[in-house]
């Protein structure tokens, strides 16, 4: 007689097959709409659920298992309920014991392979199982050290990000070149060194006879495919499976699932394609969409009562979906709100980021008064590096929060180091920093610069890209701060900088128990509020500007659809022009809203009216500004340019240059006697991004030249002449113009070239 797979050590309930079946097992159905009722009666596989979001997704499936269980159709002990995180293991089967199937397990896929191996591992292989590595950096540290190369800890998370994403799609060391390239996905470094990287780590595993979590679901595939008297009693075992999330399973778990599903097994699978956003990590909703083709046979069930939000949230993400594009658009749910009608989704463009925090964060005081609790409002952002200006915004009104999903702002081990580094030069005295200015900002970007830190953003996402944009908000800061101490009559000293990030930290260190949720969209995933507050909505954020691909732009609009979807009641949207005071405001709101929000259009995605709700909500033209000039396009390959940088040179970073080098450097002689003359730095009269604009695409004339971003109506009268006369090959003539900065649309209301705000 073979023996049993280990279950938890709990007791049976008296309903199941011994009993035969409670004379109340439709009790279980009562209270489920429709839909639902048809998904927990569906009892033999395989079934399908496309589940929308707040459409009650885990309580239909939970039901589905204890009506199983409840009628005899089920033995506890043969479920086995899959899903992603512990968290909503837990919740299943805390519901599965309320509904009276004690037993049944709920577990995540690596909790279940884990239990499989212990146990399989002594017969299949032999000896006790390799112990499992709980932490792969320090081993990948090691294996980068031996490959010669020198990382920073950051790299490391992003270097084992790779591991896990090549393990997942199953991907060899050897072949994981090719296979980055042929996915369109952008690696942290050279591909044939991150290849290296991996294939010395995994000998060092083995080495040390230790394995990772990854492979817990190759070596229990592996055995369960080569040893069929096992997989013979393990498919014996568990005959009845529910995975949930079905959206996000990787190759490596469909192989899995695969060995544990038999000929006679139910399989029931769970999911939305509209909500999956970890393609990152080697998630896929193919397996979703490609299952009625592999399945024939199967009922499908689709669930769109939304019990969750209110019409007008619905409608907006309803809205989103409708203009998606790609496999998983094919697939969408058009949901239907079952909850009686709320406030309308709320628009507003702010002048600059901290504008737009302290805004967020009145509104939010006002939400409180009127009675929504502080555990029920959110503020959800795209990265995490967005969090430091709310977590200010809101200690300044007193507003207890908490983060999600990642340490508070001056907990950061990045920004713990900076602050060490700041405080060392400032005893030190700026004359001891080498910069090119006697701003502040270049003080900083000075200072974090010996870590590493530089203007431009590195490429791709990941930890290196979060580590930057943490050091660059405090190079926001620094312009933000001596702008307003300046305004005060006040000097703006290293020293005083630092004395400030300190009081911001105090602030922000205040224990919060009943707080607002700052958190990241990712991080949102599975949750749910009465009040999201959507900030920081505009193109390069959302989608973030390393989405290059379709399909990486569509992932973007499907995390603003998770976004907006966990609202409840309250919705509100907004974005910011400019990302400091003073700032140019060059940016425009995601493109996802067009057609959507007040004032714009599907096609055209005019831009929504500026100053505060009122001016939102009429949408139209800004206050005070130009009209929208449209998107501005490559003139190389056409691509749509997000960048400022990009959009100034008009051509992608990737396509080829056209500049007249000499040119150039003309330019830049007229421009450095420009700034001597009047004792102003160089970028006051224009950056270099603009003189390199000029140069690739030399105008003959002024209405040519005015076409360039950066060249607006007053520098156009200041400059113009010259300019026009070194592009014709000619020295300029006349009196040399004092600088200024008071027209919007030129450069001197910008940063220097090598500001954050590029």
Same mark, same amino acid.
């Given at each position: 007689?073979?023996?049993?797979?280990?279950v938890?050590?709990?007791?049976?309930?008296?309903?199941?097959?011994d009993?035969?079946?409670?004379?109340?097992?439709?009790?279980?159905?009562?209270?489920?709409?429709?839909?639902?009722?048809?998904?927990a009666?569906?009892?033999?596989g395989p079934?399908?659920?496309?589940a929308g979001?707040?459409?009650?997704?885990?309580r239909?499936?939970?039901?589905r298992?204890?009506?199983?269980?409840?009628?005899?159709?089920?033995?506890?002990?043969?479920?086995?309920?899959?899903?992603?995180?512990?968290?909503a293991?837990?919740?299943?089967?805390?519901?599965?014991?309320?509904?009276?199937?004690?037993?049944?397990q709920?577990?995540?896929?690596?909790?279940?392979?884990?239990r499989q191996?212990?146990?399989?591992?002594?017969?299949?292989?032999?000896?006790e199982v390799p112990?499992l590595?709980?932490?792969?950096?320090?081993?990948?540290?090691?294996?980068?050290?031996?490959?010669?190369?020198?990382v920073?800890?950051?790299?490391l998370?992003?270097?084992?990000g790779?591991?896990?994403?090549?393990?997942?799609?199953?991907?060899?060391?050897?072949?994981?070149?090719?296979a980055?390239?042929?996915?369109?996905?952008?690696?942290?470094?050279?591909?044939?060194?991150?290849?290296?990287?991996?294939?010395?780590?995994?000998?060092?595993?083995?080495?040390?006879?230790?394995?990772?979590?990854?492979?817990?679901?190759?070596?229990?595939a592996?055995?369960?495919e080569?040893?069929?008297?096992?997989?013979?009693q393990?498919?014996a075992?568990?005959?009845?499976?529910?995975?949930?999330?079905?959206?996000?399973?990787?190759?490596?778990?469909?192989?899995?699932?695969?060995?544990?599903?038999?000929?006679?097994?139910?399989?029931?699978?769970v999911?939305d394609?509209?909500?999956?956003?970890?393609?990152?990590?080697g998630?896929?909703?193919?397996?979703?969409?490609?299952?009625?083709?592999?399945?024939?046979?199967?009922?499908?069930?689709?669930?769109?009562r939304?019990?969750?939000?209110?019409?007008?949230?619905?409608?907006?993400?309803?809205?989103?979906?409708?203009?998606?594009?790609g496999?998983?658009?094919?697939?969408?749910?058009?949901?239907?709100?079952?909850?009686?009608?709320g406030?309308?989704?709320?628009?507003t463009?702010?002048?600059?980021?901290?504008?737009?925090?302290?805004?967020?964060?009145?509104?939010?005081?006002?939400?409180?008064?009127?009675?929504?609790?502080?555990s029920?409002?959110?503020?959800?952002?795209?990265?995490?590096?967005?969090s430091?200006?709310?977590?200010?915004?809101?200690?300044?009104?007193?507003l207890?929060?908490?983060?999600?999903?990642?340490?508070?702002?001056?907990?950061?081990?990045?920004?713990?180091?900076?602050?060490?580094?700041?405080r060392?030069?400032?005893?030190a005295?700026?004359?001891?920093?080498?910069?090119?200015?006697?701003?502040?900002?270049?003080?900083?970007?000075?200072?974090?610069?010996t870590? /590493?830190?530089? @203007?431009e953003?590195?490429?791709? #996402? %990941? $930890?290196?890209?979060? =580590?930057?944009?943490?050091?660059? *908000?405090?190079v926001?800061l620094?312009e933000?701060?001596?702008?307003?101490?300046?305004?005060?009559?006040?000097?703006?000293?290293?020293?005083?900088?630092?004395a400030?990030?300190d009081?911001?930290?105090?602030?922000?260190h205040?224990?919060a128990?009943?707080g607002?949720?700052?958190?990241s969209?990712?991080?949102?995933?599975?949750?749910?509020w009465?009040?999201?507050?959507?900030?920081?909505?505009?193109?390069?954020?959302?989608?973030?500007t390393?989405?290059?691909?379709?399909?990486?732009?569509?992932?973007?609009?499907?995390?603003?659809?998770?976004g907006?979807?966990?609202a409840?009641?309250?919705?509100?949207?907004?974005?910011?022009?400019a990302?400091?005071?003073?700032?140019?405001a060059?940016?425009?709101p995601?493109?996802?809203?067009? /057609?959507?929000? @007040?004032?714009?259009s599907?096609? #055209? %995605? $005019?831009?929504?009216? =500026?100053?505060g709700?009122?001016? *939102?909500?009429?949408?139209?033209?800004?206050?005070?500004?130009?009209?929208?000039?449209?998107?501005?396009?490559?003139?190389?390959?056409?691509?749509?340019?997000?960048?400022?940088?990009?959009?100034?040179l008009?051509?992608?970073?990737?396509?080829p240059?056209?500049?007249?080098?000499?040119?150039?450097?003309?330019?830049?002689?007229?421009?450095s006697?420009?700034?001597?003359t009047?004792?102003?730095?160089a970028?006051?009269?224009?950056?270099?991004?603009?003189?390199?604009?000029?140069?690739?695409?030399?105008?003959?004339?002024?209405?040519?030249?005015?076409?360039?971003?950066?060249?607006?109506?007053s520098?156009?009268?200041?400059?113009?002449a010259?300019?026009?006369?070194?592009?014709?090959?000619?020295?300029p003539?006349?009196?040399?113009?004092?600088?200024?900065?008071?027209?919007p649309?030129?450069? %001197?209301?910008?940063?220097?070239?090598?500001?954050p705000?590029?």
């Amino acid at each position: 007689m073979q023996a049993q797979l280990p279950v938890p050590d709990e007791p049976r309930h008296p309903y199941g097959p011994d009993s035969g079946g409670p004379a109340d097992a439709d009790a279980v159905l009562a209270g489920l709409d429709p839909e639902q009722r048809a998904v927990a009666t569906a009892l033999h596989g395989p079934v399908c659920v496309l589940a929308g979001a707040g459409t009650g997704k885990t309580r239909a499936i939970t039901h589905r298992i204890a009506y199983g269980v409840r009628s005899g159709v089920y033995r506890p002990q043969q479920v086995l309920a899959v899903t992603f995180t512990a968290r909503a293991a837990g919740e299943m089967r805390g519901r599965l014991r309320q509904l009276g199937a004690e037993g049944v397990q709920a577990r995540t896929f690596h909790s279940a392979a884990l239990r499989q191996l212990q146990y399989f591992w002594p017969r299949a292989v032999g000896g006790e199982v390799p112990r499992l590595l709980e932490r792969k950096v320090q081993l990948v540290a090691e294996a980068a050290g031996r490959c010669g190369l020198r990382v920073q800890r950051t790299e490391l998370r992003d270097l084992t990000g790779e591991i896990e994403w090549s393990k997942v799609t199953q991907i060899v060391p050897e072949d994981y070149p090719a296979a980055v390239a042929k996915a369109g996905r952008e690696a942290p470094r050279d591909a044939a060194e991150i290849s290296r990287v991996y294939g010395i780590y995994e000998q060092l595993k083995r080495d040390r006879g230790v394995i990772d979590f990854e492979d817990v679901l190759l070596l229990t595939a592996a055995i369960l495919e080569d040893r069929p008297e096992i997989s013979e009693q393990v498919r014996a075992q568990y005959q009845h499976f529910t995975v949930d999330e079905y959206q996000d399973v990787s190759p490596l778990q469909q192989r899995l699932l695969d060995q544990w599903v038999g000929p006679g097994s139910s399989l029931c699978v769970v999911g939305d394609a509209s909500q999956t956003i970890y393609s990152f990590t080697g998630a896929t909703p193919d397996y979703l969409l490609g299952f009625r083709t592999r399945h024939p046979d199967a009922t499908v069930v689709k669930l769109v009562r939304d019990y969750r939000s209110t019409p007008e949230v619905v409608h907006l993400a309803n809205g989103l979906l409708a203009q998606a594009r790609g496999q998983a658009a094919q697939h969408r749910l058009e949901l239907v709100s079952q909850r009686d009608a709320g406030p309308d989704p709320v628009y507003t463009e702010y002048t600059d980021e901290p504008a737009e925090a302290e805004g967020t964060a009145h509104r939010i005081r006002e939400l409180l008064a009127r009675g929504v609790r502080a555990s029920e409002i959110a503020v959800l952002f795209r990265t995490n590096g967005q969090s430091e200006v709310y977590e200010q915004a809101l200690a300044d009104l007193g507003l207890p929060y908490q983060l999600k999903g990642a340490e508070r702002f001056f907990e950061r081990p990045e920004i713990r180091e900076a602050g060490m580094l700041l405080r060392g030069a400032a005893r030190a005295g700026a004359d001891t920093l080498a910069v090119d200015g006697p701003d502040l900002a270049a003080q900083v970007r000075a200072v974090l610069a010996t870590r /590493g830190f530089t @203007p431009e953003p590195p490429g791709g #996402s %990941g $930890a290196v890209r979060e =580590r930057w944009e943490s050091l660059a *908000a405090l190079v926001r800061l620094a312009e933000e701060f001596e702008s307003a101490q300046r305004a005060a009559g006040r000097d703006a000293d290293l020293a005083a900088y630092v004395a400030e990030l300190d009081g911001r930290a105090n602030a922000q260190h205040a224990p919060a128990v009943e707080g607002v949720t700052l958190a990241s969209l990712h991080a949102a995933k599975g949750l749910e509020w009465d009040a999201v507050f959507l900030v920081g909505l505009t193109e390069g954020m959302m989608p973030i500007t390393y989405a290059k691909t379709d399909e990486q732009i569509e992932e973007e609009r499907r995390l603003l659809y998770v976004g907006v979807t966990r609202a409840r009641v309250h919705l509100s949207l907004s974005w910011a022009l400019a990302r400091s005071p003073g700032g140019r405001a060059g940016r425009i709101p995601t493109r996802f809203l067009d /057609g959507l929000r @007040p004032g714009s259009s599907a096609r #055209s %995605g $005019a831009r929504a009216g =500026r100053g505060g709700h009122a001016g *939102a909500e009429a949408g139209g033209e800004r206050a005070g500004g130009r009209r929208n000039r449209g998107p501005v396009k490559c003139r190389v390959c056409g691509r749509a340019l997000t960048e400022a940088v990009e959009r100034k040179l008009r051509r992608c970073e990737g396509c080829p240059s056209s500049m007249d080098e000499a040119l150039f450097e003309r330019l830049r002689e007229w421009r450095s006697e420009q700034a001597r003359t009047h004792g102003v730095p160089a970028y006051v009269v224009f950056t270099d991004a603009t003189l390199m604009a000029i140069a690739e695409d030399p105008p003959g004339s002024e209405r040519e030249l005015a076409g360039i971003p950066g060249v607006g109506p007053s520098k156009l009268d200041k400059y113009g002449a010259d300019v026009l006369s070194l592009c014709s090959g000619e020295q300029p003539v006349g009196a040399v113009p004092e600088p200024s900065g008071d027209d919007p649309g030129d450069d %001197g209301g910008e940063a220097p070239e090598n500001s954050p705000e590029k």
